[in-house]
Each structure stands twice: as C-alpha cells, then as structure tokens.
C-alpha cells in the first residue's frame, strides 16, 4: 500500500469533451490526483439522467492534456459516469483486463448555466453527479451561473479544497452535492451557504414560427424562499444542496399504506 497514493478523481460533464470549463478543473486538480476524464463528444445539456441502452457506445481516449487520461463517448452525462464507474475503474478499456481502482470522488462539470433549483432536475451536470452517488463514490456537480472568470477560479478552488482536505468524505452514501456559483464579481460574491432546494418553476413559455415551437422563460428568483438555493444563488452567494438519492415521501407512504389496509 502506497502512503502518497494520489486521491482518484473522476471527471464529467454535459458540455461535452471540448469544454474549456471542464478542462480548466482538471488541469486543477492533476497537479494533487490522478485525473480521469470521460465527457460526451457532444453537448448534453438538458438531458437529465437518460442512459443508452439498446445500441452500443463508443468510447475514444482523446489528447487533453499531458496530466489527464481523457475520454470522449457517445452517450450521456450518466452513461460517462455509469461505464467509468462501472467498467473502466475495474477493467480499463477492455472486457478483461485491469483498470486504475475505484474512484474516491466524481466531479461533474464544471457546467456553463446554473443548475440550482429545479434545474438540477433537468440537467445532464447534476445527473453525472446522482450517477456517481448509486455506484457509492461522492458526487459533486459544479455549474456556474455566469461567465466571470473568478467565478471559474472559485469553483476550480473549491474543488481542490474538496480534495486536498478529503471533505468528500462527509459526504454520506447516497447523498450528493450540488454546488452552483453566482453571476458576480470578485467584489460582489459573497461566499458559500448551505441551501435546501427551490421548487419553483420556470416562466415557461413558447414562441410560434412556422411549424415550430420555441421554448424560452426564467425563473422567479426573487420570490423564492430565502434559505433556498435560487433565491441565495441570485443575490451573490455560491450555494452548496445536497440531494438524496432516495426520493420516497415518507408522508405519503404512511398514507397510502392507510389507503391499503381501508380496502
């Protein structure tokens, strides 16, 4: 067993393999782990966690970085995570062989567009981060709302004390982070705060042309509540919610359960 083994960080995105965003993090990250990359060849965004099944994948190393082992697939967000998880941490890139081991933390994005509130629902950023948390390694998912540059600097900081400090640890099984970064400046961010989930919808709407059909709308920040992830993520804040994997309403299983003995 070696002392100054490197901590093993998985590394996926919905942007795609050519995101300058996800390369920035790991080229963060390579100088203190072992930095494994697997992306889609193409923009993901909005996909949620569909996975391909019923046709093959294609999985192609790709030239990133000299630090990074990088690979581009043709599926999802999940699907990166799930074969990286699932296949390649025990077999590498054959059906038999050894891979590098499991890994101690999963980074998904960093994303371009917030994903807080019920964004997290439909995003393919969250998605690699949920996938992570049912194979039991930590997930964290990064996006940020804006394109500042300190903002980036703030989310590749973040997740290099994340690893540093091996905070991903706390990170309890089936549980995983959601971590988004504010539209700001260096002078306006405010730091981090620890936030529940906004369930407010979108003002969605849809514009008409021909036969087709634009979606387009926003949210309604401000009439969030103010412990919420949204609300806190729009006046400055980078928000850190953890969502669990275990989606049962306790509530509504004792009530159902009601229903069943009454009949």
């Known amino acids: 067993m070696l002392e100054d083994q ?13 995101s300058g965003y996800m390369l920035a993090l790991a080229c963060a990250l390579a100088p203190i782990a072992d930095v494994y990359v697997f992306a889609p060849d193409e923009e993901q965004s909005g996909v949620s966690h569909a996975f391909t099944v019923r046709r093959a994948l294609s999985v192609k190393k790709v030239d990133v970085d000299a630090s990074i082992e990088a690979y581009s697939m043709s599926g999802t967000p999940a699907d990166c995570v799930k074969f990286a998880l ?3 941490a025990a077999h590498g890139l054959t059906t038999e062989g050894v891979g590098p081991g499991q890994f101690d933390v999963c980074f998904s994005g960093v994303n371009l567009g917030e994903n807080s509130g019920v964004s997290s629902l439909y995003s393919g950023t969250v998605a690699g981060a949920r996938e992570a948390a049912l194979w039991g390694v930590p997930g964290i998912a990064l996006s940020l709302r804006g394109t500042t540059a300190n903002m980036l600097e703030n989310a590749k900081e973040f997740a290099v004390k994340v690893v540093k400090d091996r905070l991903f640890e706390r990170i309890p099984v089936g549980v995983f982070w959601n971590v988004n970064f504010p539209k700001a400046t260096a002078e306006t961010f405010k730091g ?20 087709m059909w634009q979606l387009d709308g926003d949210k309604l920040w401000d009439e969030q509540p103010k412990d919420s992830d949204d609300y806190l993520l729009n006046q400055g804040y980078a928000t850190i919610t953890p969502h ?9 299983l004792k009530i159902i359960s009601e229903m069943i003995e009454e009949n």
């Open 192 to 211: 981090f705060k620890a936030t529940k989930m906004a369930l407010g919808m979108f003002t969605d709407h849809y514009s008409h042309e021909g036969n």
């Open 86 to 88: 699932g296949h390649f």
């Open 6 to 18: 490197k901590t093993r960080v998985l590394i996926a995105n919905d942007d795609g393999i050519k």
């Open 244 to 252: 669990r994997i275990d989606q049962t309403d306790e509530e509504s």
